[in-house]
T-cell receptor, first 112, second 113 residues
Framework: DVKVTQSSRYLVKRTGEKVFLECVQD?????MFWYRQDPGLGLRLIYF???????EKGDIPEGYSVSREKKERFSLILESASTNQTSMYLC???????????FGPGTRLTVT | KNEVEQSPQNLTAQEGEFITINCSYS?????LHWLQQHPGGGIVSLFM???GKKKHGRLIATINIQEKHSSLHITASHPRDSAVYIC???????????????FGKGTHLIIQP
């Protein structure tokens, strides 16, 4: 079974802090994704990566950066957290882009 | 820009009823992904289909490529089916690449005992 894990289920940070969200998958998947989910807006793609050190912007990359130094690990970085980044963050991975994605449990981030 | 529209937004039904959730999508989307999200956040992949019909237990997903429409059906619904159901469209490019998923806003399903 594919397992996608995220570093925290709940996180509370202050405005201006640098925030790291980590995602690890154990199935040697090529592709990894970061989404945020907000009420009424659904899931929106922030960034995805199709290989180590490779990344592509999604629909809402502003205020975020990502890092993929190892195939199994994809990090989302909030350089200077703001209150409008309070959200549920979901990581996913897939073998190929055309294949189904497997999701982690999510991290609920609150920025105060 | 690719679009995915889901309906209904909210659905409340009695246990045992046959449930249908609909998803319409724009030109450019090649495959549909149905996801289930339970309270607490976890998302589970139910189906990915680009043609025809798939069945898993009491869940059935169909897609009509000509009409750009997909449906998710739940037979003999049960309170444990209560969740948010999300359809997501995937764009595949002829060169072999693909885009990220475009998500519908979700259908909040409640099955009452």
């Amino acid at each position: 079974d594919v397992k996608v894990t995220q570093s925290s289920r709940y996180l509370v940070k202050r405005t201006g802090e640098k925030v790291f969200l980590e995602c690890v998958q154990d199935m040697d998947h090529e592709n990894m994704f970061w989404y945020r989910q907000d009420p009424g807006l659904g899931l929106r793609l922030i960034y995805f990566s199709y290989d180590v050190k490779m990344k592509e912007k999604g629909d809402i990359p502003e205020g975020y950066s990502v890092s993929r130094e190892k195939k199994e690990r994809f990090s989302l970085i909030l350089e200077s957290a703001s209150t409008n980044q309070t959200s549920m963050y979901l990581c996913a991975s897939s073998w190929l882009l055309a294949y189904e994605q497997y999701f982690g449990p999510g991290t609920r981030l609150t920025v105060t | 820009k690719n679009e995915v529209e889901q309906s209904p937004q909210n659905l409340t039904a009695q246990e045992g009823e046959f449930i249908t959730i609909n998803c319409s999508y724009s030109v450019g989307i090649s495959a549909l992904h149905w996801l289930q999200q339970h309270p607490g956040g976890g998302i589970v992949s139910l189906f990915m289909l680009s043609s025809g019909k798939k069945k898993h237990g009491r869940l059935i997903a169909t897609i009509n490529i000509q009409e750009k429409h997909s449906s998710l059906h739940i037979t003999a619904s049960h309170p444990r089916d209560s969740a948010v159901y999300i359809c997501a469209g995937l764009t595949l490019y002829s060169g072999g690449g693909a885009d990220g998923l475009t998500f519908g806003k979700g259908t909040h399903l409640i099955i009452q005992p």
